[in-house]
């Protein structure tokens, strides 16, 4: 996001921190992750006013990275700067049974029109605990691979409908030409547990890998994890981008988008920046893929951005009609009848899909989607059994730190400044004191 915003939302911080604005107003802090689609909502406020004129909402948007370690510090300490909070189904769960976060249903059975039984099932329970929705979400994601069809046309070469890594390699290798800018494939590298870990966690899993076993044993030390990363790492650095140890899905989406690149395994949610015609090259040029396997039926992860409300705000009404502005129905026609059909927030609303003009647009991209979100469960996704939730992520507190930390030394792996031995023997290491803990509790 540009300075303008972050200056306003930090400037709001100290002034707004009571019940009212100076004009009577209830004023809420709103935290998000400045992806294109908050970037969107942003844009489309005057709508909120018109509705709820008494709501003054400032917003602190930030890179993921930073939004997350802000967000989390805030809500565990209860420091109380935030009204209304987004984050994943990776925090949901966890910070309900820490009573960090307020138990939505009350507010949405309320709400007339809201309608949450159509939230696309395997999104919607994973933001629940214990029978409660504790944050609803604003656009859900799985992961796939966005491929350009006409040059694979021009080529000769053939995406099958769900593709083994082997073959994306390969096509990688034909289509890469760097000596012209272009990359025969884009993949995340930049350090982070949701950046480069997400898209190699996916790969870890078909190949066999976990992080820990059923007794909790780190397992990152394992041959399956160490083909799994080898084969990432030797990809991206053999026929990804330039630069690519500090390339994270924002860099991804402008790189293929603006034509540079044959292919990007990343998250379902990037159709709407690939398929907006005012600022990408390539609408019309591209087809889709699931993600790719090798020794599971499917593969991918689960993610979504989601809206909650702190336990300490005091103005959870007003918080409440935000999120319903923001997730509800009408949200979704509001983003395309005012920017564009192809930018609605995509994978949370089974009746995204069932808008005409979406339905026309998304033709290529909603039935990998939706299958790609069915099929993102462990049972389909996995090889051997796990102790944890989640695909991309364990569903522990210490993940955070663990996979930032792993995630630093797969990145210096892909700079080249590491082999991928020493990375795993590193990454081992930091695991398996995660796993003491885990084993004492058992």
Not at 289 to 318: C, F, H, M, N
């Amino acid at each position: 996001m540009g300075a303008g915003l972050g200056a306003m939302a930090a400037a709001g911080l100290s002034a707004c921190s009571g019940q009212a604005t100076a004009g009577g107003k209830t004023s809420l802090i709103v935290a998000i992750v400045s992806n294109p689609q908050m970037t969107d909502a942003i844009s489309l406020m005057d709508d909120f006013r018109s509705k709820h004129p008494g709501i003054d909402v400032r917003f602190v948007s930030l890179p993921e990275n930073e939004a997350r370690a802000k967000i989390t510090a805030s809500v565990a300490t209860e420091g109380g700067e935030f009204d209304v909070v987004m984050i994943s189904n990776y925090e949901t769960p966890m910070w309900a049974e820490n009573g960090w976060i307020t138990d939505l249903s009350p507010y949405m059975e309320q709400t007339e029109g809201y309608d949450a039984k159509d939230f696309i099932p395997t999104i919607r329970e994973a933001l629940t605990h214990r029978g409660g929705q504790y944050s609803v979400p604003f656009y859900g994601e799985s992961s796939f691979v966005v491929y350009r069809e006409d040059l694979f046309e021009k080529a000769g070469l053939s995406m099958p409908e769900q593709p083994t890594w082997e073959q994306i390699r390969g096509f990688a290798q034909k289509l890469h030409a760097p000596e012209k800018g272009f990359s025969g494939i884009c993949l995340r590298g930049l350090a982070g547990w949701g950046e480069v870990m997400a898209p190699l966690d996916t790969v870890i899993n078909t190949y066999g890998g976990r992080w820990f076993d059923e007794d909790w044993n780190a397992t990152l030390d394992s041959p399956e994890v160490h083909e799994a990363v080898a084969g990432y790492v030797d990809l991206v650095r053999s026929y990804g981008q330039p630069g690519a140890a500090t390339s994270g899905y924002g860099d991804c989406i402008t790189r293929f988008s603006q034509g540079n690149a044959a292919m990007w395994y990343d998250a379902t949610a990037m159709v709407s920046s690939i398929e907006d015609p005012s600022s990408s090259k390539v609408t019309g040029k591209t087809n889709y893929a699931l993600a790719p396997v090798k020794e599971t039926d499917s593969a991918g992860w689960l993610y979504t951005w989601a809206l909650a409300i702190p336990e300490t705000s005091r103005k959870k009404q007003a918080a409440w009609d935000f999120i319903a502005w923001m997730t509800n129905k009408e949200y979704l026609k509001l983003v395309g009848n005012s920017i564009g059909w192809e930018r609605l927030p995509p994978g949370s609303r089974t009746s995204t899909y069932e808008i005409p003009e979406y339905a026309a647009i998304a033709k290529d991209y909603a039935t990998p989607t939706l299958k790609a979100m069915g099929n993102a469960t462990q049972d389909k996704s996995m090889v051997h059994p796990v102790p944890y939730t989640g695909l991309q992520f364990v569903g522990i507190p210490e993940f955070q730190d663990l996979g930032t930390r792993v995630a630093q030394q797969i990145s210096a792996s892909i700079a080249g400044s590491q082999s991928v031995e020493e990375a795993l023997r590193q990454s081992q290491d930091f695991a398996a004191t995660v796993a003491r803990t885990y084993q004492k509790k058992g």
